[in-house]
């Protein structure tokens, strides 16, 4: 599966602009992480690959087709996790899943069964939905993404909620998932994109600063990141962008990126955090 | 198989939601308000007070549940995945088949539940197609009709409330007067005129099917195009219909299905399509015997088909003509000329169409003039419908059970041929049906072998008959010295032996005798006494007849004293017009303007008032009756046109024919009989009154002379401002 967008623009009704003639070339198998301050247009840039929105200018192509006269096949092909969504409380967790493997046209008690175990939910598969908990939620509304193992999956946001034994199960499943499928994961836990995505994509007030690898990005904020230790009350060094303080017995540790480091900062090596706040920092003027 | 895959987790989910529950508990309890709160069936025979008692305060309830879940999608935000993987107008397809299965099923499952009940209360007359019937043709439907209007306003509104401020308008329209009182207009409480317990209730069965296919095609052409404004790709109304045409089946089947709607309406057979008038005056002032033609005999063939309701005619004038002129023959608007010949050569002719009066519409042509006796033959067939400006009269009915052919329903007739003074008359039924021939029991029929009898009579008298055909039963028994055949539904038989029917007649018979004197019929003449089937409604009456609709022959009126009484007037009222009017004391002269409100009726209604008092006390005649009286004349005296018809002239005719026609019934059946009332107080009181009465009786039944008000003063020996209340009532 092939997906491109062709200098997107996106303008709300409200005027908003969300995107601003973006281009970019999707390809399974990927693992592509999506990352952006709230308010980037990651979202918008999602509802435009599910055809959810129609874009001001600019053009979407399915395996080199225009999406939304193939806006059926694409649906049939494609796993969605909003990030907000509602589920029909009555329902139990299997009944839910049974209805959204309807909607998608499967047959069969299999697709929803391995959904279910997929998800960890085999246990609560009885259980009305209006008794589960936040994370309960957000995992159903995972397995029915995942539903019919679907060769498109569109994440948003999909680890908000989940205990750490959970964000890290699925992780590797979203990493094995994209083997052979097309996988996009939009989220602010950077450390997600770090440990799984092959290929990142950061957005931020409409533009797409960063289209690449991750140790691309990484290597990129080479020499732009260092450490020092500062006293209370001492001010942070123009042009430096904080990115941890950690109390020690000499100080404030203060792990800082900037364009430009201070002189009494010791280089350090980037983290992918690192590099995506460096990116932004940078703005699009940079690009 | 995705489509049925939708349907059934749709039809789960709704059975899931509490809301369902709730609309589906409160529907089956629809039908305990229906017994008492809103009445659709004008008239109070069983079936119709259980059968079609409106289960439709169910039609309401659906319609909210269907909004909600219409609207619930979006409160959820699963929208938000469900349009992610399926398009949100075929989901909301399927949620709307999924409530109307739902629906169903709770329509059956109330039929099921008041069906014991039902049974126990209609009796032996309980009939179960007719109570099936009544859920699948009035019931579901209606529902139906609800569940997809509401949803397509919630559609193209996206706003519960709206839609629900919208869905409240259309009901309102459904039961205001504003569109008048139309069998079409009335979409969630469709019109049973009545339902009939011993006839047929083909009419009003086939009316409601006929409305709930306009209204279920309106309303799904409605929901198709609400479908257009499904929004999506988070635009607005306008930006949703402009992408969801291009799915080009959908507004193809709005616009199938609303075309089909208004086709079904503009097209209905039921009312005709004439002009709305009512002439008053127009049968009395038909141009008879204008034209030079003189018809010698005339024999007609009626075959009707009683599956389809319509009836094929032919008629046979033999005629002379002496000069030239134009002829008409008029019928009702319902039926086509398929043939018109003379001596067997077709002769042009001309319908016109739009031209209707009262309900009929004429066809002319020109006879040749011959002195010579020629034949001329019209073949005719079509659905007989009812006058446009008494739209809610089932006066013509053909059904497998019950057929009544009346007036212009017979078939064509003309006042403008000098007319004969008899005619024949061949009719071809179904095995199961005895027909009355103006109200003859007809005998001796041949029988065709095909399941069909062949019936002939001849009737002395001009014009048409009135041909009433059923499973027909006749007892004979004596009242006052005279001879009583009563005609009956055979399914009334076991009523009218249990309760003594025949008594109750012999008690009212009795009553006019002692009081009025005896009936002036011509030796060996019978009385007949028909009944006829409820959507007739309330009673006529008039030489050596008369007839009842059969409400007042039910269990419940003949076994309540109470309302046995107030059934009693109509009852009561008919026999006692054999006194005045009928073959009694014809008191004329009707087209009298100031005398209006001297009729039959007058004394017909003051001697019934009589005959309540005596048998119910003072208290219940003054309460029924003087003070009905009083209030329709003092509600009269108050109407702005009564006190200034100088400005009635200036209406439109219609509604001067109307005011008029109200007038005139306010003044013949109130005015009037307080004003005999004033008289029997002047000249003595109630002894001295009935003794005055029996002298007129005997002065005039049955003499063909016309007793007029001027009489009834010189009787009393009264002058006209003795009696006149205090407002003069001329209009």
Same mark, same amino acid.
Request: charged share 20%; glycine share 8%; aromatic share 12%.
């Given at each position: 599966?092939?997906?491109?967008?062709?200098?997107?623009?996106?303008?709300?009704?409200?005027?908003?602009?969300?995107?601003?003639?973006?281009?970019?070339?999707?390809?399974?198998?990927?693992?592509?992480?999506?990352?952006?301050?709230?308010?980037?247009?990651?979202?918008?840039?999602?509802?435009?690959?599910?055809?959810?929105?129609?874009?001001?200018?600019?053009?979407?192509?399915?395996?080199?087709?225009?999406?939304?006269?193939?806006?059926?096949?694409?649906?049939?092909?494609?796993?969605?996790?909003?990030? *907000?969504? %509602? #589920?029909?409380?009555?329902?139990?967790?299997? +009944?839910? @899943?049974?209805?959204?493997?309807? /909607?998608?046209? $499967?047959?069969?008690?299999?697709?929803?069964?391995?959904?279910?175990?997929?998800?960890?939910?085999?246990?609560?598969?009885?259980?009305?939905?209006?008794?589960? *908990?936040? %994370? #309960?939620?957000?995992?159903?509304?995972?397995? +029915?993404? @995942?539903?019919?193992?679907?060769? /498109?999956?569109? $994440?948003?946001?999909?680890?908000?909620?989940?205990?750490?034994?959970?964000?890290?199960?699925?992780?590797?499943?979203?990493?094995?998932?994209?083997?052979?499928?097309?996988?996009? #994961?939009?989220?602010?836990?950077?450390?997600?994109?770090?440990?799984?995505?092959?290929?990142? /994509?950061?957005?931020?007030?409409?533009?797409?600063?960063?289209?690449?690898?991750?140790?691309?990005?990484?290597?990129?904020?080479?020499?732009?990141?260092?450490?020092?230790?500062?006293?209370?009350?001492?001010?942070?060094?123009?042009?430096?962008?904080?990115?941890?303080?950690?109390?020690?017995?000499?100080?404030?540790?203060?792990?800082?990126?900037?364009?430009?480091?201070?002189?009494?900062?010791?280089?350090?090596?980037?983290?992918?955090?690192?590099?995506?706040?460096?990116?932004?920092?940078?703005?699009?003027?940079?690009? | 198989?995705?489509?049925?895959?939708?349907?059934?987790?749709?039809?789960?989910?709704?059975?899931?939601?509490?809301?369902?529950?709730?609309?589906?508990?409160?529907?089956?309890?629809?039908?305990?308000?229906?017994?008492?709160?809103?009445?659709?069936?004008?008239?109070?025979?069983?079936?119709?007070?259980?059968?079609?008692?409106?289960?439709?305060?169910?039609?309401?309830?659906?319609?909210?549940?269907?909004?909600?879940?219409?609207?619930?999608?979006?409160?959820?935000?699963?929208?938000?995945?469900?349009?992610?993987?399926?398009?949100?107008?075929?989901?909301?397809?399927?949620?709307?088949?999924?409530?109307?299965?739902?629906?169903?099923?709770?329509?059956?499952?109330?039929?099921?539940?008041?069906?014991?009940?039902?049974?126990?209360?209609?009796?032996?007359?309980?009939?179960?197609?007719?109570?099936?019937?009544?859920?699948?043709?009035?019931?579901?439907?209606?529902?139906?009709?609800?569940?997809?209007?509401?949803?397509?306003?919630?559609?193209?509104?996206?706003?519960?409330?709206?839609?629900?401020?919208?869905?409240?308008?259309?009901?309102?329209?459904?039961?205001?007067?504003?569109?008048?009182?139309?069998?079409?207009?009335?979409?969630?409480?469709?019109?049973?005129?009545?339902?009939?317990?011993?006839?047929?209730?083909?009419?009003?069965?086939?009316?409601?099917?006929?409305?709930?296919?306009?209204?279920?095609?309106?309303?799904?052409?409605?929901?198709?195009?609400?479908?257009?404004?499904?929004?999506?790709?988070?635009?607005?109304?306008?930006?949703?219909?402009?992408?969801?045409?291009?799915?080009?089946?959908?507004?193809?089947?709005?616009?199938?299905?609303?075309?089909?709607?208004?086709?079904?309406?503009?097209?209905?057979?039921?009312?005709?399509?004439?002009?709305?008038?009512?002439?008053?005056?127009?049968?009395?002032?038909?141009?008879?015997?204008?034209?030079?033609?003189?018809?010698?005999?005339?024999?007609?063939?009626?075959?009707?088909?009683?599956?389809?309701?319509?009836?094929?005619?032919?008629?046979?004038?033999?005629?002379?003509?002496?000069?030239?002129?134009?002829?008409?023959?008029?019928?009702?608007?319902?039926?086509?000329?398929?043939?018109?010949?003379?001596?067997?050569?077709?002769?042009?002719?001309?319908?016109?169409?739009?031209?209707?009066?009262?309900?009929?519409?004429?066809?002319?042509?020109?006879?040749?003039?011959?002195?010579?006796?020629?034949?001329?033959?019209?073949?005719?067939?079509?659905?007989?419908?009812?006058?446009?400006?008494?739209?809610?009269?089932?006066?013509?009915?053909?059904?497998?059970?019950?057929?009544?052919?009346?007036?212009?329903?017979?078939?064509?007739?003309?006042?403008?041929?000098?007319?004969?003074?008899?005619?024949?008359?061949?009719?071809?039924?179904?095995?199961?049906?005895?027909?009355?021939?103006?109200?003859?029991?007809?005998?001796?029929?041949?029988?065709?072998?095909?399941?069909?009898?062949?019936?002939?009579?001849?009737?002395?008298?001009?014009?048409?008959?009135?041909?009433?055909?059923?499973?027909?039963?006749?007892?004979?028994?004596?009242?006052?010295?005279?001879?009583?055949?009563?005609?009956?539904?055979?399914?009334?038989?076991?009523?009218?032996?249990?309760?003594?029917?025949?008594?109750?007649?012999?008690?009212?018979?009795?009553?006019?005798?002692?009081?009025?004197?005896?009936?002036?019929?011509?030796?060996?003449?019978?009385?007949?006494?028909?009944?006829?089937?409820?959507?007739?409604?309330?009673?006529?009456?008039?030489?050596?007849?008369?007839?009842?609709?059969?409400?007042?022959?039910?269990?419940?009126?003949?076994?309540?004293?109470?309302?046995?009484?107030?059934?009693?007037?109509?009852?009561?009222?008919?026999?006692?017009?054999?006194?005045?009017?009928?073959?009694?004391?014809?008191?004329?002269?009707?087209?009298?303007?100031?005398?209006?409100?001297?009729?039959?009726?007058?004394?017909?209604?003051?001697?019934?008032?009589?005959?309540?008092?005596?048998?119910?006390?003072?208290?219940?005649?003054?309460?029924?009756?003087?003070?009905?009286?009083?209030?329709?004349?003092?509600?009269?005296?108050?109407?702005?046109?009564?006190?200034?018809?100088?400005?009635?002239?200036?209406?439109?005719?219609?509604?001067?024919?109307?005011?008029?026609?109200?007038?005139?019934?306010?003044?013949?059946?109130?005015?009037?009989?307080?004003?005999?009332?004033?008289?029997?107080?002047?000249?003595?009181?109630?002894?001295?009154?009935?003794?005055?009465?029996?002298?007129?009786?005997?002065?005039?039944?049955?003499?063909?002379?016309?007793?007029?008000?001027?009489?009834?003063?010189?009787?009393?020996?009264?002058?006209?401002?003795?009696?006149?209340?205090?407002?003069?009532?001329?209009?």
């Amino acid at each position: 599966m092939k997906i491109e967008a062709n200098q997107l623009t996106m303008i709300y009704p409200s005027g908003k602009k969300a995107l601003q003639n973006i281009s970019v070339r999707m390809e399974s198998p990927n693992l592509i992480g999506i990352l952006g301050p709230n308010g980037a247009g990651k979202t918008t840039l999602m509802k435009l690959l599910i055809a959810g929105l129609i874009p001001t200018k600019g053009d979407i192509l399915l395996d080199g087709k225009a999406l939304l006269p193939q806006e059926n096949r694409l649906k049939s092909q494609l796993g969605y996790l909003p990030q *907000s969504f %509602g #589920l029909y409380d009555e329902l139990s967790v299997w +009944q839910f @899943l049974d209805y959204m493997a309807a /909607l998608k046209g $499967l047959k069969g008690k299999k697709a929803i069964d391995d959904a279910l175990a997929v998800a960890n939910l085999a246990e609560h598969r009885k259980v009305r939905i209006g008794a589960l *908990s936040g %994370g #309960l939620r957000q995992r159903v509304g995972i397995a +029915q993404a @995942l539903l019919g193992n679907p060769q /498109l999956l569109i $994440l948003d946001e999909p680890t908000v909620g989940l205990d750490p034994e959970e964000r890290v199960k699925f992780r590797n499943i979203f990493s094995e998932m994209a083997r052979d499928k097309l996988l996009l #994961l939009s989220t602010h836990i950077v450390e997600d994109v770090q440990s799984i995505c092959n290929r990142v /994509l950061i957005v931020h007030d409409g533009h797409i600063l960063f289209d690449g690898e991750p140790a691309e990005l990484i290597a990129r904020t080479e020499g732009h990141v260092g450490v020092y230790v500062s006293q209370i009350g001492d001010p942070t060094p123009e042009g430096c962008q904080v990115v941890s303080k950690v109390n020690t017995a000499r100080g404030i540790q203060c792990r800082v990126v900037a364009e430009c480091l201070p002189g009494f900062a010791k280089a350090a090596e980037p983290t992918l955090e690192d590099a995506y706040l460096h990116r932004i920092g940078k703005g699009a003027d940079a690009l | 198989m995705k489509a049925f895959a939708l349907y059934r987790v749709e039809l789960r989910r709704l059975a899931l939601s509490k809301f369902t529950w709730i609309a589906a508990g409160l529907s089956v309890c629809g039908p305990l308000f229906g017994y008492d709160m809103y009445v659709p069936s004008s008239t109070w025979v069983m079936t119709g007070k259980y059968i079609a008692n409106p289960v439709l305060a169910g039609a309401v309830l659906w319609a909210v549940l269907s909004m909600l879940e219409s609207d619930r999608i979006y409160r959820a935000k699963t929208d938000v995945l469900t349009d992610a993987v399926l398009s949100p107008d075929t989901l909301a397809a399927s949620r709307m088949f999924a409530v109307m299965t739902l629906c169903a099923a709770v329509s059956l499952l109330t039929a099921l539940v008041y069906l014991p009940y039902t049974m126990n209360k209609v009796g032996y007359l309980f009939e179960l197609g007719l109570y099936a019937y009544s859920f699948l043709i009035v019931l579901l439907p209606t529902w139906w009709i609800s569940i997809l209007l509401a949803a397509a306003l919630y559609q193209i509104t996206r706003r519960i409330e709206l839609a629900g401020l919208l869905y409240a308008v259309c009901v309102y329209f459904s039961f205001s007067q504003f569109f008048g009182n139309h069998y079409f207009t009335h979409w969630i409480n469709p019109i049973i005129l009545s339902y009939s317990d011993g006839f047929s209730n083909a009419s009003p069965l086939r009316i409601t099917l006929y409305t709930r296919f306009i209204w279920l095609a309106i309303a799904g052409g409605a929901f198709a195009l609400s479908l257009l404004c499904m929004r999506r790709y988070q635009k607005n109304l306008l930006g949703s219909i402009a992408r969801g045409v291009r799915k080009i089946y959908i507004p193809i089947t709005a616009a199938a299905l609303v075309s089909a709607g208004v086709f079904l309406w503009t097209g209905q057979p039921f009312v005709d399509h004439g002009p709305i008038e009512y002439d008053y005056e127009y049968r009395y002032r038909r141009d008879v015997g204008s034209s030079n033609t003189r018809v010698s005999s005339a024999s007609y063939r009626l075959e009707p088909n009683v599956m389809a309701g319509r009836l094929k005619g032919r008629v046979t004038f033999d005629f002379t003509k002496y000069g030239e002129g134009e002829d008409w023959i008029a019928m009702n608007p319902g039926y086509t000329i398929a043939k018109m010949t003379v001596d067997g050569d077709d002769i042009p002719y001309k319908t016109l169409i739009g031209s209707e009066v009262n309900g009929e519409r004429k066809t002319v042509f020109t006879l040749p003039p011959v002195s010579a006796r020629r034949n001329l033959v019209v073949e005719y067939e079509g659905f007989p419908s009812s006058a446009k400006c008494f739209p809610l009269s089932v006066t013509t009915e053909i059904s497998l059970e019950y057929i009544s052919l009346i007036n212009d329903g017979v078939g064509p007739f003309s006042t403008s041929f000098v007319p004969c003074a008899s005619s024949t008359w061949e009719l071809i039924l179904p095995s199961g049906l005895t027909p009355v021939v103006d109200h003859v029991l007809l005998e001796n029929p041949e029988d065709n072998h095909n399941g069909t009898k062949t019936w002939r009579t001849t009737i002395y008298r001009y014009g048409l008959p009135w041909i009433l055909a059923a499973d027909f039963d006749a007892i004979t028994f004596e009242a006052a010295g005279t001879a009583v055949e009563l005609i009956y539904a055979h399914k009334y038989d076991r009523n009218m032996r249990e309760y003594g029917v025949s008594k109750a007649i012999a008690d009212v018979m009795n009553y006019c005798t002692e009081h009025q004197g005896k009936l002036g019929f011509a030796k060996g003449k019978r009385l007949v006494m028909l009944q006829r089937s409820a959507m007739f409604g309330g009673g006529n009456a008039g030489d050596g007849w008369v007839e009842w609709s059969e409400d007042i022959f039910t269990q419940s009126n003949l076994s309540d004293p109470l309302k046995g009484a107030s059934a009693m007037e109509v009852f009561a009222h008919e026999i006692i017009h054999e006194w005045w009017g009928g073959l009694g004391v014809v008191c004329g002269e009707y087209d009298d303007p100031f005398y209006a409100a001297w009729s039959d009726e007058g004394l017909t209604v003051y001697t019934t008032y009589r005959l309540m008092k005596e048998k119910y006390g003072e208290l219940y005649a003054a309460q029924n009756y003087i003070d009905v009286w009083q209030a329709a004349v003092d509600k009269q005296n108050r109407g702005f046109y009564y006190r200034h018809p100088e400005y009635l002239a200036k209406l439109p005719e219609q509604y001067q024919a109307q005011l008029n026609s109200e007038a005139r019934e306010t003044n013949q059946y109130c005015r009037m009989p307080l004003m005999i009332l004033k008289a029997e107080r002047l000249v003595g009181g109630e002894a001295k009154f009935d003794e005055i009465l029996q002298a007129i009786h005997r002065q005039y039944a049955s003499t063909g002379q016309m007793f007029t008000y001027q009489d009834f003063l010189d009787a009393c020996d009264l002058r006209e401002e003795d009696v006149i209340l205090e407002q003069d009532f001329q209009i």
